[in-house]
């Protein structure tokens, strides 16, 4: 039987490269959907690539060493090695005061290394300002009624009344890529903030705040930039995808399909018998564009059956697994004391099923 390992990080535990390490004694490759690990994956296709090491402000600004790929004149930069939520404790998500600042910087510093081509990863940071923070890097101002500069962070978006353009194009002939995790759209009950909030660690009256303040940026930009930002993929990363849309005139891509084409993924699905997938939790989000749900398509329209792997199964729907040629659901929490126990042991738990659980393969 030929066994496929598409591997998806497990956010918090494991790295994509570290699940493919288990499994090396499958045909293994790392995948992602342009949130973490989006790195990972890209290098298996862009061997050549180099490691650009940076030093940028994370989420809560403080510095943060970290890295780009740069291939030629293309580059890659993943937000969620940049402003990620998996470097916060718990107590330090801020949901209305985190910044996507770094990423901005990293952008210039891509742009400074020769880079006329970049490809951003979408997904996993703690921020949820909509780039804003990342566009004043490029000399856009955020003013209130009184004229005065934001600050950073998404409350401030709240008092958002004037959006000035830069007076130099520092972006002139640089084309920019949001490779994004999900589909979603900026605003309402499937938008960035009543969607993600809570994961980022927002209370019900942050995620009401957040809702607000982006619907207000929203009207914004599109009074003052012409450029609507409630769209599709707009919500990916905090709703970084909207302000590199508005402020940075990039293309809106889904991650998952970006990746799949990058690695010939449909190829390798149609040459296997059987595929082994992997996500933190299976849930109604794992179907808004995930990368697990890419390859649970295409092996559907080859006929081939998928064994997902996750830290947890929320999903409970018999029928919306066979649909997506799910025969099997493995889930490490059921391998531990508890969810907490399961992330901290996730390797241990991982071998132990791909050497008893799986051993039939």
Do not use: W
């Not at 989420?59 to 470097?87: G, H, Q, R, V, W």
Request: charged share 25%; hydrophobic share 45%.
């Amino acid at each position: 039987m030929k066994v496929l390992v598409l591997a998806n990080a497990l956010k918090g535990s494991l790295k994509a490269s570290e699940i493919c390490q288990i499994f090396k004694n499958y045909k293994s490759l790392a995948i992602s959907d342009g949130g973490d690990g989006f790195l990972e994956a890209v290098i298996q296709a862009h061997t050549h690539a180099k490691k650009i090491s940076i030093k940028v402000p994370n989420a809560i600004l403080k510095t943060k060493k970290t890295y780009f790929l740069l291939d030629k004149k293309t580059a890659f930069i993943e937000s969620a090695k940049i402003c990620p939520m998996a470097d916060l404790k718990k107590d330090e998500l801020d949901i209305l005061h985190a910044s996507s600042i770094g990423l901005g910087l990293a952008i210039k510093e891509a742009i400074n290394f020769g880079a006329k081509q970049i490809y951003i990863g979408l997904g996993g940071v703690a921020s949820s300002e909509g780039a804003s923070d990342s566009a004043k890097v490029f000399g856009y101002q955020f003013l209130d009624k009184e004229g005065n500069a934001l600050e950073l962070g998404a409350e401030a978006l709240l008092n958002l009344a004037k959006i000035k353009k830069p007076k130099k194009d520092l972006l002139k002939n640089i084309k920019i890529s949001a490779v994004c995790d999900v589909n979603n759209k900026l605003l309402g009950k499937e938008g960035s903030a009543k969607v993600y909030g809570r994961q980022k660690g927002a209370n019900t009256k942050e995620i009401l705040l957040l809702e607000k303040a982006l619907t207000n940026y929203a009207r914004i930009v599109k009074r003052d930039l012409k450029i609507n930002i409630n769209t599709k993929h707009c919500a990916a990363a905090g709703a970084i995808a909207s302000g590199l849309k508005g402020f940075f005139k990039a293309e809106l891509i889904d991650g998952s399909k970006f990746i799949s084409k990058l690695l010939a993924l449909e190829e390798e699905i149609k040459q296997a018998d059987l595929i082994i997938t992997t996500e933190g939790s299976l849930d109604k989000q794992t179907f808004f564009g995930k990368a697990p749900f890419e390859i649970c398509h295409l092996a559907k329209k080859h006929k081939k059956p998928v064994i997902f792997i996750c830290g947890q199964n929320k999903l409970k729907n018999k029928t919306l697994l066979k649909q997506n040629n799910i025969v099997r659901v493995i889930e490490l929490k059921k391998y531990a004391k508890n969810t907490a126990q399961s992330i901290i042991k996730a390797k241990i738990i991982l071998k132990k099923i791909a050497k008893e659980d799986l051993a039939y393969l």
